[in-house]
């Protein structure tokens, strides 16, 4: 980073890249968005005049020649991405890439080589570690405020997908859009997986799996993920091993329900501590996506290594391909 500001490329323009990245990094201080790069000359034009960009690329070839950018930022179909990690850690391109880096855990392991072969600052959109109430709650855990976590319960069930794409089965599809972000928040809360189990059901299309991961810190962990949802539900729960439990829902509130508030209120009436986002609180930055970029440009800035980068996804990508090899229990 030569100037005062890091000057990013952003590749893919589609609902996330253009909807949500390019709003959230023109959010941040210290930040140019100095290119855009999409194969779509339709979206070149539209968002290079709306956000006044004037280089508008059309392939990832393109962008690495322009030797003014000091990152990309990559949103586009999962199955592109392992492509054009490799061609941005080639040019010796630090590269963020919205999750899945790739469809596979052969190709993240080659990511992970090579990018450390090559020194490169990557990083993965792995937003749910950097949403305000995470955080709140990694800091509860970390700090032992009330016990270790016996259990972590999450729920993060959605309405799609429900046909193969991204080249990969239906399945896969869901692991990759849905399934990757709890499993990546309970090994972020939790550490190392030990031991893992899961089951999927199907109805119809309709697929619910349930998993079942025990953590080498003694913690057991359940998710529960799907594409039968009508509308999208977030859910966690930690139970600690002092009987507080710490809940969360949609992302907007942390609950502390602890045996000591009894203090407080010596009857059998229900007390809790809770923490609430502001009525200002943007969404970019309460889901996680400032939180994630900001950090991430940091690095890029002072060279240091960005966590999750692809290295810290082969747990969760372990855990992927256990459950995209069971066999389907169907209705
Ligand atoms: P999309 O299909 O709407 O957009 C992808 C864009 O990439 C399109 O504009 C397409 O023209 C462009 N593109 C395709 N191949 C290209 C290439 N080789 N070079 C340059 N541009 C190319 O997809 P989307 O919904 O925006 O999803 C993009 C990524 O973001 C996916 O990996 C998805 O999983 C991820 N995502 C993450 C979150 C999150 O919460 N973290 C939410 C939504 C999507």
Redesign the pocket.
Known sequence: VTSEFVKVGI???????RDVLLPTLQSLKEVRIDAI????PQ?RKEVSGQASISKAYA??EEILQDDDLDCLVV????D??YE?AIAALEAQKPVFI???PATNLGDLRHLVELSEKLNIVNGV?M?FRFATAIQKIKQLIDTNAYGTPATINIKHLAGFPRQPMWGVSSLEALLF?QTIHPVDLAIYLAGQPAHFKSRIAENDGKITIFSHIGFESGTECTVITGNAAEKFYWGLEVITNQGAIIECRQLWEVNVWTPSHREDFPSRESWRNTWTAGPLDRGFSRVGYRGELSIFLDCVRTKKRFTPSFSDLIPTYGILSDIAAQEIQRD
Request: net charge neutral.
């Open positions: 590749v893919g323009l589609g609902a996330q890249g790069c999409d194969r779509d979206l392939n990832i949103a586009c179909p999962p592109r991405h054009i919205e999750k899945p959109g937003n859009a």
